[in-house]
């Protein structure tokens, strides 16, 4: 019999699949989950490929793993983010490698009426007899709510013998969704487009039609494009598919779940860090077998082990949270674009504020466009007002502008909410002596530490440091001489309280404790009006729809014009036409102020007059000038180390071996913007391509000619960075 070896790639740092041999007894296949001996240790591995050869002096895999197989498409997806990224293979598998083995899942307990009534009936226990007739099974909870008695009552009836228990089949993490449910009420061009993203995710199951195509459904805010590509899921469900729905943030998945569940009678499975770890297990196994039909989640959602995946659709695609930046540097809108040709599977882009890469694919012929350009039911986007904070600046100590004071006032005395819009978390980004200037600093990171005044800390929002406020000031002892300097949303909350002492507030931020229950119930608290005035971070500019809410005021317009970033003015550009968006989707209509020092910006002028085309056509112009993406490729090297000389020295040597040919520009070492963060010193290097230029194969020559760093130097490849920090 011919002796059969098995490439098997291993979910750590490592590049290279390693050789065993296949004991003659043992069936494998690619895609196989095996236990195989590494050093002294048996790691899990994934079979990536068998041959036939001698096994000569080979280790043997030592069994194969009761888990799933992986799929050809997502082994495909692994080795593809791994070339891409420049990453280990082994560090792009540990995206997706997933293994059963968690905590067993926790039996949950029926009873049903089975023994003689009890020798001491009191109106309680007939009340839980009467409600147990019929013989159907009940979970004790659920009894105990129908007969209006405590638990202690129903254990009772279990100890007389009445009751009987007996285990209940577990839940299925996502009931079927019903594509026929309720039928949407779809404008014109809503119905248009729903039907064109139907067509395509039909014929992709088909198999017809080629490659199945990416399409961006570009929809102002309030236009309806949820309701537009659930009608692409509807047809997904109807084929007998899966379908992936990728969102940024998971306070958002709380209100889109809802949604969903209108439409289709019950929700989706929903993925993210939150979900816990039985949970997880189970939709795990329900996409592997087929029986969760719509999974919506975050970024790591994109590596779940679909059967059939018929559809994929990155809600607002324009997100900066789609790419991670730690580990396996990869930006999940590309892999889902990826992910969706290799399964052929159609790929939804949706935004009211699409990136510049994806516009100009689309203007390209890349990708399909689809234009929703007007809000459902015929409301009115909301007027958008600048506040001049040189000539109407508010009274010292204060944050918010007379005029807009005065607007808030006006809407409260309607009976309607408003948003207060501030991107900066915490009370005060700084925390100075009066005495001395001494400023309250991260000692592991090159940052001020933020006071967090409902937490009574100082925080460092780069590595999570903590420390109590001071009495006195740790450089020169004087006592109460730390002030505050410039707001968050915790300060702004403190001058609301005392401008409008009778209105109802919240405060929401993504680092208030109560993770992700707490923002639910927050924000339905908000959708619901019982909150009157909401002061929130970008948390609250995307996604969210408060049929109440008719203004919304940005406090500080200009915090992302000022950094060196090439996408700065396309992202604050995004997000205050996001966060404006929030006012006005109800009955009435909606208004936006926005304080700023630059009224003249082209940004701010572009928000105020509408005219976001314009200010496309502007920005797109100037990367294609400058060669920036996605006209030109960029790619960033952060060297870090402990010790900052050697880190220093190590980016003084990529740069003398850098190379770089006709067409590739090598910039740096210069120290990075945030030049220690976590104990570790930073230096960045810049390429800078042509478009057409193979920026991989030139990055892994170069590193090869570089070798290894010693010692704690590290090098962090980011190709298409989003980040410049």
């Known amino acids: 019999m011919t002796a059969r070896v098995a490439e098997v790639l291993i979910p750590l740092a490592l590049d290279q699949t390693y050789s065993y041999a296949i004991p003659a007894e043992m069936a494998l296949a690619p895609g196989d989950v095996v236990a195989v001996p590494l050093g002294p240790r048996s790691r899990v591995g994934v079979v990536w490929e068998t041959r036939a050869g001698g096994s000569g002096n080979l280790k043997a895999v030592e069994g194969r793993i009761e888990a799933p197989p992986m799929r050809p498409a997502l082994r495909k997806l692994v080795d593809f983010i791994a ?29 049903r009426l089975a023994g003689p009534l009890p020798e001491r009936m009191t109106p309680a226990r007939r009340r839980v007899v009467e409600a147990a007739a019929g013989g159907l099974v009940h979970g004790k909870g659920d009894l105990a709510k ?9 254990d009772g009836l279990v100890d007389a013998g009445t009751l009987e228990t007996l285990a209940l089949a577990a839940a299925p993490v996502a009931e079927p969704p019903d594509p026929a ?13 729903a039907e064109v993203l139907a067509a395509a995710v039909a014929t992709a199951a088909e198999g017809e039609g080629g490659p199945p195509p990416v399409i961006l459904l570009d929809g102002v805010t309030g236009s309806g494009k949820t309701e537009v590509y659930f009608e692409a899921v509807a047809e997904c469900i109807r084929r007998g598919r899966q379908a992936l729905i990728l969102m940024p943030e998971i306070a958002l998945t709380g209100a889109f779940l809802e949604r969903f569940a209108a439409r289709f009678g019950t929700r989706p499975a929903a993925w993210h860090s939150a979900v816990g770890a039985r949970r997880r297990e189970r939709i795990l196994a329900g996409v592997e077998e087929g029986e969760v039909a719509v999974v919506a989640g975050a970024r790591s959602a994109l590596f779940l082990p679909f059967r059939d995946l018929g559809l994929l659709v990155v809600d607002e ?7 991670q930046e730690d580990g396996v540097a990869y930006h999940s809108r590309d892999m889902a674009i990826m992910r969706g040709r290799l399964e052929g599977a159609p790929v939804i882009l949706a935004s ?57 006032e006006q809407a409260l005395a ?20 009066r005495a001395c200037g001494y400023r309250s600093s991260c000692p592991n990171c090159s940052a001020w530490l933020v006071e967090h005044r409902f937490r009574r800390a100082l925080v460092c929002h780069h590595c999570g440091h903590t420390e109590r406020v001071p009495e006195a000031c740790v450089a020169c002892g004087t006592v109460g001489s730390l002030v505050p300097c410039g707001p968050g949303v915790e300060r702004i909350a403190e001058e609301v309280a005392r401008l409008l002492p009778q209105a109802r507030r919240i405060v929401l931020s993504s680092d208030f404790p109560g993770g992700t229950e707490r923002l639910r119930t927050e924000l339905e608290s908000v ?31 200009d915090i992302g014009l000022t950094s060196g970033d090439p996408r700065a003015s396309e992202r604050t550009f995004q997000l205050l036409q996001q966060v404006t968006g929030r006012a006005g989707r109800g009955a009435k209509p909606g208004r936006a102020f926005v304080q700023t ?41 952060v060297v870090s180390g402990e010790d900052r000389a050697a880190a220093e020295a190590h980016g003084r040597m990529l740069a003398r071996c850098a190379e770089p040919p006709s067409g590739i520009m090598v910039l740096g070492p210069a120290e990075a913007p945030l030049a220690l963060i976590r104990g570790r010193y930073r230096f960045r290097l810049l390429v800078k391509t042509e478009r057409e230029v193979n920026i991989q194969a030139y990055l892994r020559a170069w590193l090869a000619r570089a070798g290894k760093p010693r010692g704690s130097v590290r090098v962090a490849v980011d190709v298409d960075p989003m980040s410049f920090f």
Do not use: W
């Open 597 to 637: 020092y630059q009224p003249d910006h082209p940004v701010i002028a572009a928000l105020v007059s509408g005219e976001a085309e314009r200010f496309y056509a502007e920005e797109t112009a100037a990367r294609e000038a400058a060669g920036l993406p996605p006209f030109g490729r960029l790619a960033a090297l």
């Open 527 to 557: 959708a619901a009006g019982e909150v009157d005035i909401v002061i929130g971070t970008q948390l609250v500019a995307k996604g969210h729809n408060f049929p109440a809410m008719t203004l919304v005021g940005v406090l500080d317009a």
């Open 414 to 433: 309607a009976g309607e909410q408003a948003l207060l819009f501030l991107n900066r978390r915490g009370f005060a980004p700084l925390t100075l002596c």
């Open 317 to 323: 695609e324009h997100e900066q949270a789609y790419k």
């Open 352 to 408: 009211a504020t699409p990136s510049i890469e994806t516009r100009v694919n689309a203007s390209r012929g890349r990708y399909a466009r689809l234009v929703l350009p007007e809000r459902f039911g015929g409301r009115t986007l909301p007027s958008i007002t600048p506040l001049d904070m040189r000539r109407d600046p508010p009274p010292p100590g204060r944050f918010l502008s007379p005029r807009l004071v005065r607007e808030i």
């Open 83 to 111: 070339r891409y990224t420049l990453a280990p293979r082994g560090s792009a598998l540990a995206l997706a490698l997933r293994l059963p083995g968690g905590a067993p899942e926790t039996v949950r307990l029926g009873v």
């Open 146 to 154: 129908l007969a209006d008695v405590s638990m202690g009552v129903i």
């Open 181 to 193: 449910f309720a039928a949407p009420d779809l404008s014109q061009r809503q119905r248009a487009a």
